[in-house]
């Protein structure tokens, strides 16, 4: 039983692609199948954050708000050029990654709790940065090309949710750190039995979650041309919708980043198909509502388990 569920999430992405070839005769176009993984690339960033993160049996609300963060923040430092625009967009991202872990680990606040504070936080101090306004008119034309460019024909967005999703798969299954994210998310008192830093592991893969986040804002306002204050409101929960889809059990330990891979595909191809078949962008909300209450419906199951587990002991 268990094995079968584990080929549940592609065989929903096989089933849906027939569904949509048998809808729309643009939908197995390569235009089409290059346009699905382009404006899929921030959600590809944050997912695979986000896997490593609930891998370990924590939860990280507050990558939306660090998207908007240095959405705004990589719109106002232009004329730092490129890579000094991605030089300090990293560090942000870094340092509330680590904010994160060591608020959850230092002060042993519940990830829930912890990240639910800084995503206000977060979001917060975005606003306040711009007053509450996009900042328009600064992206220069390089800056621009990120998003917008392209390599050997592939839109780079495209070429960025490959490597992010290869460079996951890489450092959770052929790595140390990898092996120790699962097995802190199966169980942190055996792993610290075996030597495992379990801390350092946590605090590490919220640095990484909140360095995934950061690109993702910088990606959107070079897409977009413009640094939006409201940029990623609820990008969170679809990271989340997407890693459940996947099969990444949301109490850590059991999971795979193909397995993010596939559950991302299947968000894409469902909001695809709406598109082509042209229906309405007000019931669209809808069915991405929808994925995301299961999201948050497993959220809640979480943390009545944590709850339960912390009042047994």
Not at 131 to 153: E, K, M, Q, R, Y
Not at 170 to 178: E, H, K
Not at 279 to 305: C, E, H
């Amino acid at each position: 039983m268990a094995k079968w569920r584990s080929y549940l999430p592609l065989a929903t992405l096989i089933l849906l692609m027939i569904v949509g070839s048998l809808l729309s005769d643009k939908f197995l176009t390569y235009a089409n199948l290059m346009n699905l993984l382009q404006y899929s690339a921030e959600s590809a960033l944050i997912a695979v954050g986000m896997t490593l993160v609930i891998l370990t049996g924590g939860i990280d609300l507050s990558v939306g708000s660090v998207v908007a963060l240095t959405a705004v923040v990589s719109a106002n430092t232009q004329h730092l050029g490129v890579w000094g625009i991605l030089t300090v967009v990293i560090l942000i991202g870094a340092l509330v990654g680590a904010l994160n872990g060591v608020v959850l680990t230092k002060f042993r606040v519940e990830p829930f709790m912890a990240t639910l504070a800084t995503m206000a936080i977060f979001r917060a101090v975005a606003l306040w940065y711009t007053n509450g306004g996009p900042i328009i008119g600064t992206v220069t034309p390089a800056f621009s090309n990120i998003a917008n460019g392209s390599l050997l024909g592939i839109p780079l967005p495209a070429v960025y949710v490959v490597v992010v999703f290869v460079l996951g798969y890489f450092v959770l299954n052929r790595t140390p750190f990898g092996r120790h994210v699962l097995a802190v998310g199966g169980g942190e008192e055996t792993s610290r039995l075996f030597g495992i830093k379990v801390e350092r592991v946590k605090v590490i893969v919220y640095i990484i979650s909140g360095v995934l986040a950061a690109l993702a804002g910088l990606l959107i306002t070079s897409r977009i041309g413009m640094g939006e204050p409201r940029s990623g409101f609820q990008f969170e929960l679809v990271a989340i919708a997407v890693v459940i889809v996947g099969g990444t059990s949301l109490t850590g330990g059991r999971g795979t980043i193909g397995g993010s891979f596939i559950g991302l595909l299947i968000f894409a191809v469902v909001m695809n198909i709406m598109n082509l078949l042209n229906i309405s962008s007000f019931v669209q909300p809808i069915v991405r509502g929808l994925i995301i209450i299961l999201a948050a419906l497993a959220i809640s199951r979480m943390v009545k388990s944590k709850s339960a587990a912390a009042e047994a002991s």
